[in-house]
């Protein structure tokens, strides 16, 4: 009797067992034979499982993760860099929109401790959208 339990296998890639079973059903993880009754998952399972979980990290949806598994497999390092790519811009327009949104709560934040009259500018400016 070889190999590692589904919690053991969760615990080793930092996650939950609902979430093993979870990446199991969107077919990012495969789900071993019951053998002895127990499902047994081998080391290359933690790998995938890391990887997928590194992936989702990075800003990979799970469909892209499923895409980038199956690069892995095909060894497709140009389309692996198109994706990556197309992640890196994703992330700067994110970044772009949380540099926007971190200083206009500056400016909120700056014009209500400037007086105590009034209505808040942070509370008024949250009501008019």
Known sequence: MSGLTISRLASAGGVGVETVRYYQRRGLLAEPARGDGIRRYATEDIQRLRFIRS????????????????????????KAREMAAARMAALDV????????????????????????GPCPILAAFEAH
Do not use: P, Y
Request: glycine content about 6%; charged content about 25%.
């Open 94 to 117: 994110k970044i772009a929109e949380l540099q926007a949104a971190c200083a206009a709560l500056a400016r909120l934040t700056k014009a209500c401790a400037g007086s105590d009259e």
């Open 55 to 78: 992936a989702q990290t990075a800003g990979f949806t799970l469909e892209e993760i499923g895409e980038l598994l199956a690069l892995d497999a095909l060894n497709d390092r140009a």
